[in-house]
């Protein structure tokens, strides 16, 4: 039916998230009205992120230099972790400003029901920069769902013999609610308010 550059254009922003045939159609289309210009602009931006992004050595948040903005920063409190599922989580607290200390990015949430086990986010990178660091406080900013609570309470007994407070965001979040879907006043109270986990 579609001449195969634009059904290859289709299938391609298929692959996004939320992205079904019509939206994907439509998007294809909306392709040929750019300019030259912006067509150049958009296949060298999805070229750069394919070649330039990475994980960063010590927080594992994406970047596109050697080491992240936030772990250059010498200004930033370096006693206090805060531990995300993902590089959008650490992006959502930086774009409200309301977190100045440290960030950890985990590969996932625990999850035994979708086949996700601990050894398969990432943990021992974390386990062995809170050993070897001097955090006196580690804050767990997962979603309020069983995934994020579970991942919780188990980096929480394997590093139980460590003297550091663990907290988690204060309710007021709704439950099974996505990090990047909330707005900044709701996150700000919810760090602000933090509770310790017993």
């Known amino acids: 039916m579609y001449p195969d550059c634009i059904r290859n254009l289709i299938e391609s922003f298929k ?11 439509r998007l294809a289309f909306s392709v040929l009205n750019l300019e030259d210009e912006q067509v150049e602009f958009f296949l060298n931006s999805l070229s750069e992120v394919n070649i330039k992004i990475h994980p960063c050595p010590i ?15 010498k200004l930033r409190k370096s006693n206090i972790l805060c ?16 977190f100045s200390g440290l960030y950890h990015v985990l590969e ?22 809170i050993q070897n660091g001097n955090f006196t ?27 550091i407070k663990f907290t988690r965001l204060a309710s007021g979040l709704p439950i099974g609610a996505d990090m990047e879907y909330i707005d900044g006043l709701t996150l700000e109270r919810a760090l602000n308010d933090r509770k310790e986990i017993e």
Do not use: Q
Request: with cysteine; proline share 4%.
């Open 15 to 25: 692959f996004f998230p939320g992205i079904g045939d019509k939206t994907a159609e």
């Open 108 to 129: 996932g949430l625990i999850s035994p029901l979708d086949g996700i086990n601990p050894e398969d986010i990432g943990l021992s990178k974390l386990f062995d920069r």
């Open 59 to 73: 927080c594992n948040t994406i970047t596109d230099k050697d080491v992240c903005a936030i772990c250059s920063d």
């Open 83 to 98: 531990v995300v599922e993902d590089s959008k989580s650490v992006f959502l607290f930086e774009k409200y400003g309301m």
């Open 137 to 163: 406080e580690i804050i767990f900013a997962f979603k309020p769902n069983i995934e994020g609570e579970t991942t919780s309470l188990y980096i929480k007994r394997v590093l139980d013999n460590i003297d």
